[in-house]
């Protein structure tokens, strides 16, 4: 599997972006959303599991993943941006159906994009 991500861009706070994550030779059943700020670790933001999706607490009510089937690719959209979120955000994917808690583990994905920055000014 080979994963494109792309969507990302410079904009204001409170603004918003729509991230893709379009698969390539071979088809998966889980992807995470992940992202690394300047100077941090890289984190889990948001993802789906082959059944449910689950996003980490910071992004709660503001970040949103959907899926399109029949183009293979799944989509960030992030709303209500602060500056806090400028980061490279990453998208991953496992061929295979994995547990929920499972998502905000990096192991667990064998496929991984790379990486699109998301700018966010004050």
């Known amino acids: 599997v080979q994963l494109q991500a792309s969507g990302g861009g410079w904009v204001q706070a409170g603004g918003s972006l729509r991230l893709s994550c379009a698969a390539s030779?071979?088809?998966?059943?889980?992807l995470g959303w992940f992202r690394q700020a300047p100077g941090n670790e890289r984190e889990y933001v948001g993802g789906w599991n082959g059944r449910q999706i689950y996003y980490a607490d910071s992004v709660k009510g503001r970040f949103f993943v959907s899926r399109d089937n029949t183009k293979n690719t799944v989509y960030l959209q992030l709303n209500n941006l602060k500056p806090e979120d400028t980061a490279v955000y990453y998208c991953?994917?496992?061929?295979?159906?994995?547990?929920?808690?499972?998502?905000?583990?990096?192991?667990?994905?064998?496929?991984w994009g790379q990486g699109t920055l998301v700018t966010v000014s004050s």
């Open positions: 991953a994917a496992n061929r295979n159906r994995i547990a929920l808690s499972a998502l905000f583990s990096e192991n667990m994905y064998g496929y």
């Open positions: 030779q071979g088809i998966f059943n889980a």
